[in-house]
């Protein structure tokens, strides 16, 4: 199905096929469409989020799936989200006109 805009959208039905598609066949499906503006002008080519499907994808999704793949993981930077959190709520009170120049601590 062709979606506005030329997005192409594929409805699988089974299990089986998904999974085939998706894991056995990643290299052939899971690829993305060059994002310009994000990889060229801002100068994120490099940001896993916008990596093309190949061997530095693959390496990169392997280390963060190593490093916040488990809820037990995610637990270890609990404690310095609400730090951060707190940080950011405190200092949007003080100068909400200034939102965009708030840093991390």
């Known amino acids: 199905m062709t979606m506005p805009g030329g997005l192409n959208i ?4 089974s299990y089986q096929k998904a999974y085939e598609m998706l894991e056995e066949k990643a290299e052939i499906y899971s ?3 060059p994002e310009p503006m994000a990889g060229d002008l801002m100068g994120w ?4 989020a916008f990596l093309p499907y190949n061997s530095d994808f693959r390496e990169g999704r392997k280390l963060f799936g190593q490093e916040f793949g488990s809820a ?4 270890k930077f609990r404690e310095q989200q609400e730090i951060e959190s707190v940080y950011l709520l405190q200092n ?3 100068k909400p006109h200034e939102w965009s120049d708030i840093t991390l601590k």
Do not use: P, Y
């Not at 080519?45 to 896993?48: D, S, T, V």
């Open 45 to 48: 080519k490099g940001n896993m």
């Open 31 to 33: 690829d993305r469409k």
């Open 92 to 94: 949007l009170l003080k």
């Open 72 to 75: 037990t993981t995610i637990e």
């Open 10 to 13: 594929l409805a699988v039905n």
